[in-house]
């Protein structure tokens, strides 16, 4: 089974802090997304990552930026968290392919104060 | 372009009765549908996939989708709704590397 693991489940971060949301998978995909979740507006992507290094932006990247050193870590980082990004963040990873499955992992529940 | 709907926002049914979800999507070429499940404070789970292969779908849990080219739809179905079954439903679709379409989400009510 896929395994998509964030790091923390719930995070409260104060105003202007630098925000970092880790998210590990195990099947050696070669894609990785970050979403953010919001009542009403459903899921929205951040950014992806298609290789280690390789990012695109998603629709909505303003105030994000994302790390992929790694073939199984992508990292989402909060330059300066803003009490709009109080959010629930999910991740997932899937294998290059439209008819490839994105795993999800369980999330992150962040709250800025 | 691709789109999803996803026709009822809320669906109430009583516990042992059929669930149906509906989803209609728009695609310009052959797409790849999903349903995941969300349970309160959870990640989305795959519920089931479509992937050009057999036109009925059978997923975890009991839950079944057909595939209609004509009608473009993807309806996701059960037989007999089990309380655990009370969650957020989302439909989406795929026709190429990286870019999945998300349904607004149904979200499932079970009635003891």
């Known amino acids: 089974d896929v395994k998509v693991t964030q790091s923390s489940r719930y995070l409260v971060k104060r105003t202007g802090e630098k925000v970092f949301l880790e998210c590990v998978q195990d099947m050696d995909h070669e894609n990785m997304f970050w979403y953010r979740q919001d009542p009403g507006l459903g899921l929205r992507l951040i950014y992806f990552s298609y290789d280690v290094k390789m990012k695109e932006k998603g629709d909505i990247p303003e105030g994000y930026s994302v790390s992929r050193e790694k073939k199984e870590r992508f990292s989402l980082i909060l330059e300066s968290a803003s009490t709009n990004q109080t959010s629930m963040y999910l991740c997932?990873?899937?294998?290059?392919?439209?008819?490839?499955?994105?795993?999800f992992g369980d999330g992150t529940r962040l709250s800025i104060l | 372009a691709q789109s999803v709907t996803q026709l009822d926002s809320h669906v109430s049914v009583s516990e042992g009765t059929p669930v149906l979800l509906r989803c209609n999507y728009s695609?310009?070429?052959?797409?790849?549908l999903f349903w995941y499940v969300q349970h309160p404070n959870k990640g989305l789970q795959l519920l089931l996939k479509y992937t050009s292969a057999a036109t009925l779908v059978k997923g975890i849990n009991g839950f079944e989708a057909e595939f209609k080219k004509s009608e473009t739809s993807f309806h996701l179905t059960k037989p007999s709704a089990h309380m655990s079954d009370a969650a957020e439903y989302f439909c989406?679709?795929?026709?190429?590397?990286?870019?999945?379409?998300f349904g607004t989400g149904t979200r499932l009510k079970v009635l003891a």
């Open positions: 997932a990873s899937a294998r290059t392919g439209s008819n490839q499955p994105q795993h």
């Open positions: 989406v679709v795929s026709e190429r590397t990286y870019k999945y379409i």
């Open positions: 695609s310009s070429y052959s797409p790849s």
